[in-house]
């Protein structure tokens, strides 16, 4: 089993920054592919970004391209995701999610609120 952690959360005006950090524990996901997802109020939760195990391969909802950059420490265990430029259309829950044997293990998210 692993469990994901997310954090870096929170209030931030249009056009500013945040780093989401997500961490795992209980077992090494250095070896598989991690998703950000995101879920606003009253839509459904949307797939953000993905990132290969190796790190060498990533890909973005047509949204967040060019503003967010997935990356990740498999030394650490955490896969990231920064975001630059944020818009009040980006205010949702991230949550982290890494598909292991055919069961998708989630985090608990943590909200991110973009507004002036």
């Known amino acids: 089993q692993v469990q994901l952690v997310e954090s870096g959360g929170g209030l931030v005006q249009p056009g500013g920054s945040l780093r989401l950090s997500c961490a795992a524990s209980g077992s090494s996901f250095s070896g598989y592919v991690v998703d950000w997802y995101r879920q606003a109020p009253g839509k459904q939760r949307e797939p953000v970004a993905v990132?290969?195990?190796?790190?060498?391969?990533?890909r973005y909802t047509d949204s967040v391209k060019g503003r967010f950059t997935i990356s990740r420490d498999n030394t650490k265990n955490t896969v990231y995701l920064q975001m630059n430029s944020l818009k009040p259309e980006d205010t949702a829950r991230y949550y982290c999610?890494?598909?292991?044997?055919?069961?998708?293990?989630w985090g608990q998210g943590t909200q991110v609120t973009v507004s002036s």
């Open positions: 999610s890494v598909p292991i044997g055919g069961y998708r293990y």
């Open positions: 990132i290969t195990s190796g790190g060498t391969t990533t």
